[in-house]
């Protein structure tokens, strides 16, 4: 069983619609979570963070929560055509440094 | 807003030959980390760096690897003698710390390492 789980897509959405991306972990030790974006051939860019359960949003972007089901989404509404790009997930075990990253999700958004 | 550099954003080596790859982290972040990512896979966890000696490290990072803060503002990664499997892109990344647990993240924009 992978760590860090996503579907490698990719996922089409249109321009103004509201993209689901979802990730599942393997480890209940996990504390923290992230959410990154990578365009091709660039370095990953936080996006959002999340640590406790339930909705976390900031601006477009809502994180999403369920450690009991080992569970993290990222909502971006509105979408962009420059919101096109790979979203990697990201967790962080309690009283580690180190980030597990999934194989990330990508997303297509067309005009 | 303060972001981590990293130069070279290429370097080309030939196998055997030893490579320091260089990061100027966030100014006030504490906490320094190395990861790689080979093309097409996911990015990978080699190293934390932390009060100036290793907080963790992979599997990945074996003896042929070595981190050094070698002034008040770089952050370096050396291999020794480069392998073909060694050739990825090499992020930096850095975070601050809240009471004494590292925060979120930042990521550089990466050296593409190629071994011939």
């Known amino acids: 069983q992978k760590e860090v789980e996503q579907n490698s897509g990719p996922l089409s959405v249109p321009e103004g619609a509201i993209a689901s991306l979802n990730c599942t972990y393997s480890?209940?030790?996990?504390?923290?979570f992230f959410w990154y974006r990578q365009y091709s051939g660039k370095s990953p860019e936080l996006i959002m963070f999340?640590?406790?359960?339930g909705d976390k949003e900031d601006g477009r972007f809502t994180a999403q929560l369920n450690k009991a089901s080992q569970y993290v989404s990222l909502l971006i509404r509105d979408s962009q055509p420059s919101d096109s790009a790979t979203y990697l997930c990201a967790v962080n075990r309690y009283n580690t440094d180190k980030l597990i990253f999934g194989t990330g999700t990508r997303l297509q958004v067309f005009p | 807003e303060p972001e981590v550099t990293q130069t070279p954003s290429h370097q080309v080596t030939q196998m055997g030959q030893e490579v320091i790859l260089r990061c100027v982290p966030i100014?006030?972040?504490?906490?320094f980390y190395w990861y790689r990512q080979i093309l097409g896979q996911k990015v990978e966890f080699l190293v934390s760096?932390?009060?100036?000696?290793?907080?963790?490290k992979s599997e990945i990072f074996d003896d042929q690897f070595s981190v050094e803060r070698p002034d008040g503002s770089n952050f370096t990664l050396k291999i020794r003698s480069t392998k073909l499997e060694d050739s990825a892109m090499y992020f930096c990344?850095?975070?601050?710390?809240?009471?004494?647990?590292?925060?979120?993240?930042?990521f550089g924009p990466g050296t593409r390492l190629t071994v011939l």
């Open positions: 760096f932390y009060n100036n000696e290793i907080s963790e």
């Open positions: 990344a850095s975070s601050s710390l809240t009471g004494g647990i590292p925060n979120e993240q930042f």
């Open positions: 480890d209940r030790g996990s504390q923290s």
């Open positions: 999340i640590y406790s359960n």
């Open positions: 100014s006030n972040h504490l906490y």
